[in-house]
């Protein structure tokens, strides 16, 4: 395929049409197909990561007022991982539009990273091109949206403390209060037992190497007790032994 070929194509797979199709092309390339890595894509990744981070974390941000920052924390950080991002790659098929380098294995077998990075390229040379961030940030949105929603969901449903919360909210007119009951060890290892209270009844009690872990198991065990969720393979075994 000519290059020509490959960035028409590259364009229709993508859904966006380059002012400057030279800018597409370096997002194409990999540093192993030029003599200087200064022309191949790894700046224009640079640039790229800096701007799906924004665009994800504004996105997150508005998308869901309830969470805390260390659940929009733990979103993004699966949102945009390199897993994602290849994931995203190949979904568009950008892999078999790379300019690579005679000793670069077969196009099936890219490396994550490499699949990844033509990805935040990209990105980055849309923004170039059109000089638009609401444009880039429909193209990010476009691609990554479902991507968001499963990493949320994901995090959602690990996240007892979250749910208990509404669950109380909404069924019980109550918020959930936590009381540390106990705690032992030497300062450097404590472990601590928590309980939760909502509404005047106090549920059972967790231990956990952190008060928020132990949180989170308390949390658990109050959904339990109260039916509204099934037991979790990630919890069980752990109370059981307790």
Not at 70 to 75: N, R, W
Not at 81 to 92: F, Q, V
Not at 153 to 169: F, G, I, T, V, W
């Amino acid at each position: 395929m000519s290059e020509e070929q490959a960035l028409q194509d590259a364009q229709e797979a993508i859904g966006y049409r380059f002012q400057d199709p030279h800018l597409l092309a370096v997002s194409l390339t990999h540093a192993s197909s030029t003599d200087s890595r200064i022309d191949s894509n790894e700046r224009l990744e640079f640039l790229g990561d800096a701007i799906l981070g924004m665009i994800v974390c504004q996105e997150l941000y508005e998308r869901f007022p309830e969470y805390l920052e260390g659940e929009l924390t733990k979103v993004k950080s699966a949102v945009v991982s390199r897993r994602t991002c290849a994931e995203i790659a190949r979904e568009l098929g950008l892999p078999k539009f790379l300019f690579l380098g005679k000793g670069m294995c077969g196009r099936a077998q890219l490396p994550q990273s490499l699949a990844a990075a033509v990805y935040e390229s990209l990105i980055a040379a849309i923004y170039l091109d059109c000089r638009d961030i609401e444009r880039v940030r429909q193209f990010v949105l476009e691609t990554m949206g479902p991507h968001i929603t499963l990493a949320a969901d994901s995090e959602h449903q690990r996240n007892y403390k979250s749910r208990l919360q509404q669950h109380a909210q909404r069924v019980l007119a109550a918020t959930p209060m936590y009381d540390l009951m106990d705690e032992k060890g030497p300062d450097h290892s404590k472990c601590f037992e928590i309980s939760v209270v909502i509404g005047g009844r106090r549920y059972g009690s967790a231990w956990g190497p952190s008060k928020k872990e132990a949180e989170q198991k308390a949390a658990y065990l109050a959904l339990r007790e109260l039916n509204a969720i099934e037991p979790s393979a990630e919890f069980e075994p752990d109370l059981e032994n307790a």
